[in-house]
């Protein structure tokens, strides 16, 4: 279980960024955030913990009935991508309805997260780009009439079939997919820009999730300032004369 929430963001693209050593790392800048807490779920009410966070803006026209009234409950403006990020139940309390919440707020440098998008759109493609496939024979001075074909694809008599989940030409890429235990490199907090070491599915200003990392230990949340009680004011001093 993640011990912070992550946020929603934009990838802006790929750069490079020289370390303090002196060694380049090539990276992926993220607009992580701000993001708005828009509901909260409960084991009690819903059966588990988990925040729901909006990123973005969009017209009113564009939101239905029922997500209007949970928006004008929250007091939050409609936010164009809304999320679920599973936390700790412990943690619920540290968040309230309408808070905003910042790349300070979630994540530290040095820190290992999961990157979630939807990958680049490539139509359909054949086996030798959507699978790797090598190909059939030599590229030159052969008589193969298909050198890019994917082969036999079942048996004779027996099955009789071609068999479940084959690799054969079909739709390649715009599919849900998870980069796991990317390092954060650097955390910009004055354009809440995250940057990570790697690469980030998806093209630019796609809509991402980036949240702590599920195998590797998450750098956990600060704690919060303690709150400073007023002092009481004591007997007024007198003048002993």
């Known amino acids: 279980m993640n011990t912070n929430p992550g946020l929603i963001g934009t990838k802006l693209g790929n ?26 779920r409960t084991p009690d009410k819903d059966g588990y913990a988990a925040l729901q966070l909006g990123f973005g803006s969009r017209r009113e026209k564009l939101v239905s009935k029922p997500e209007a009234g ?3 409950k929250a007091s ?8 679920e990020f599973r936390i700790e139940e412990s943690l619920l309390e540290r968040f309230e309805v309408g808070q905003t919440l910042g790349v300070a707020d979630i994540f ?21 780009r959507r699978h790797n496939f090598s190909g059939a024979g030599t590229a030159g001075h052969g008589t193969h009439e298909s050198k890019r074909g994917g082969g036999s694809i079942g048996m004779a008599t027996t099955p009789g079939r071609t068999i479940r989940g084959q690799k054969m030409p079909g739709q390649h890429g715009n599919k849900r997919s998870t980069i796991l235990n990317l390092r954060i490199v650097k955390v910009m907090p004055d354009e809440n820009i995250v940057l990570v070491d790697g690469g980030v599915p998806g093209s630019r200003n796609g809509f991402v999730t980036v949240k702590g990392s599920i195998k590797k ?25």
């Open 217 to 241: 230990v998450t750098v956990p949340l600060p704690e919060p300032p303690a709150k400073e009680e007023p002092a009481e004011a004591g007997p007024e001093a007198t003048e002993e004369g």
């Open 70 to 72: 949970q928006f004008k």
């Open 15 to 40: 750069t490079q960024i020289f370390l303090d050593s002196g060694e380049v790392r090539r990276v992926t800048a993220i607009k992580a955030g701000p993001c708005v807490v828009v509901g909260k």
């Open 76 to 83: 939050v403006e409609p936010p164009r991508v809304v999320r």
């Open 108 to 128: 530290q440098d040095g820190q290992f997260v999961d990157v979630c998008g939807t990958s680049k759109g490539r139509g359909f493609t054949g086996v030798m």
